[in-house]
């Protein structure tokens, strides 16, 4: 005992690793139970016999404080598809709420928006902003224009040196799917503007492109936050009817199709701002490539609901013949004897397709990895 003691105590104190290992096997020996309660919400009880045929688990006394529970209050449990079980104090009127203070007198300006955006993807009902002497003008830009970015976010109280943000929109009211459906028809929409555009189609009709690739940017971080939301609660993930698992998937979902509105907006872009190539002939690479994508990725957006692993296969399957033939097609436009500035803008369309086509295949394999979990089984042994 004396031995296992001065073992513990030589330890330094920054090598955390080696004095837990230590105080476990002091605790092993001496049949201790040790709970680190600054570190960890997890503790160890024993199961109990009473009455001869029920089970019972007392629940932690901290637990139920925090929870404003008492003797004779209800707790709902669960019992999880992994077989773990899950207490949720459905009686409790504790309501909690997270807070985010952001002092813009320890931020450089350009960085501010970056922590008003990791305040909100935390899930933060209420944002303060604070200066010691007033935010500026250029700051109180820059919270438009955040405010602009996301969603439910609204001016609570602005006292000149401290501002107020609060979120009022509840994360169960903005179903996943239909936020991601959303973020579909919105790129799927730039890329058609852009067909028409090269088929002679006024310039007009990409005025918008803008706002919409900003509406793309602002579903992405609501999407982010509601998943992030949904991996703390449980009361939210059962409210949008989405597994922990399955969010966590969503999320990688939701990053690619962000990606897919950069490039269907860049292409958008480009044929306002440059001269669309006379030459250029829809039924030839790169842009006979675009009819491909459309079908493919509506294909896969339908299977967010579906369950025909066929069609994930065939969209998969086209999007990587595309990808091949654009990289064939970049290849040979090097040595072609087009004019430069046709060619510059050929390779930028064929290059924005491509990324289009590779993050396509993502989300193709995203829902193939959702589309198994759904179908495997437990076997308990």
Not at 194 to 223: H, N, P, Q, T, Y
Not at 242 to 250: G, K
Not at 308 to 313: A, D, N, P, S, Y
Not at 344 to 371: G, H, K, P, T, W
Request: proline share 2%; glycine share 4%; net charge neutral.
């Amino acid at each position: 005992m004396y031995f296992l003691n001065y073992i513990i105590n030589i330890v330094s104190v920054e090598n955390v690793i080696l004095r837990r290992i230590s105080s476990y096997i002091y605790c092993y020996i001496f049949g201790y139970i040790v709970t680190y309660s600054s570190e960890s919400q997890s503790e160890v009880r024993k199961i109990q016999l009473t009455g001869g045929s029920t089970y019972i688990v007392s629940l932690p006394k901290k637990w139920i404080t925090e929870h404003g529970l008492g003797a004779k209050d209800q707790v709902r449990i669960e019992w999880r598809p992994s077989g773990t079980l899950r207490v949720i104090a459905d009686a409790s009127k504790i309501v909690r709420t997270r807070v985010v203070d952001i002092n813009c007198k320890e931020i450089p300006d350009h960085m501010i928006f970056d922590h008003l955006v990791s305040a909100y993807l935390s899930g933060a009902n209420k944002i303060i902003i604070s200066s010691d002497n007033g935010i500026s003008r250029k700051q109180s830009k820059i919270l438009r224009n955040f405010i602009k970015s996301t969603r439910g976010l609204e001016i609570l109280n602005d006292q000149g040196n401290r501002l107020e943000m609060i979120s009022l929109l509840n994360p169960s009211e903005m179903p996943l799917y239909s936020s991601i459906n959303r973020m579909y028809l919105l790129i799927s929409r730039q890329v058609r503007d852009f067909s028409d555009v090269l088929m002679g189609g006024e310039k007009e009709i990409l005025e918008d492109s803008s706002d919409r690739e900003d509406e793309v940017d602002a579903l992405r971080l609501l999407l982010e936050r509601q998943v992030g939301q949904i991996l703390e609660s449980a009361s939210i993930e059962d409210s949008l009817g989405t597994s922990r698992w399955e969010a966590s998937e969503l999320c990688k979902l939701v990053r690619t199709l962000e990606r897919m509105g950069d490039h269907s907006f860049a292409l958008c872009d480009l044929a306002n701002s440059y001269a669309v190539p006379k030459s250029i002939n829809m039924a030839s690479l790169p842009v006979s490539i675009i009819p491909i994508w459309q079908m493919s990725i509506k294909l896969l957006v339908s299977n967010l609901r579906k369950r025909k692993i066929t069609e994930i296969h065939t969209a998969k399957s086209q999007l990587l013949s595309a990808r091949q033939d654009l990289l064939q097609y970049e290849e040979e436009l090097r040595s072609s004897d087009i004019e430069l500035q046709d060619a510059l803008f050929m390779d930028r369309v064929s290059e924005s397709l491509r990324r289009m086509c590779s993050y396509s295949i993502n989300m193709a394999e995203i829902l193939m990895n959702i589309q198994t979990h759904r179908e495997s089984t437990q076997i308990y042994s």
